[in-house]
């Protein structure tokens, strides 16, 4: 069974940092794009940053300059590294992941179950 399992979330303080990770565990026939979103209460899900298999990187206006997204082929991982932290950054970080996961050329996006950034003094 294929999933993906994130770290790295807590209480930061204003002006600090955090690292996100994101696991892909399972049978993998291939990975293509990976990436992060955020939800806070109330809001819609949206996009923090994204990563191709080639490593060209998306960010959302909001983070950039500020968070850096990577990944490692090696260990199925992608990381989001995140400096300067405002209360707005405060919601559940969410890791996605496009994979293949049989023998056939179909892939489809995997999400994980969510990780808690609260950024408050």
């Known amino acids: 069974q294929v999933q993906l399992v994130e770290s790295g979330g807590g209480l930061v303080q204003p002006g600090g940092s955090l690292r996100l990770s994101c696991a892909a565990s399972g049978t993998i026939f291939g990975i293509y794009d990976m990436g992060w979103f955020r939800q806070a209460p109330g809001t819609q899900r949206d996009l923090v940053a994204t990563?191709?298999?080639?490593?060209?990187?998306n960010y959302a206006d909001s983070v950039k300059g500020r968070f850096t997204i990577s990944r490692d082929n090696a260990k199925n991982t992608v990381l989001l590294q995140m400096n300067s932290l405002k209360p707005e950054d405060t919601a559940v970080y969410y890791c996605?992941?496009?994979?293949?996961?049989?023998?056939?050329?179909?892939?489809?996006?995997?999400w994980g179950q969510g990780t808690q950034v609260t950024v408050s003094s």
């Open positions: 996605t992941a496009d994979l293949r996961v049989d023998i056939s050329p179909r892939h489809r996006y995997f």
């Open positions: 990563i191709d298999s080639d490593g060209v990187t």
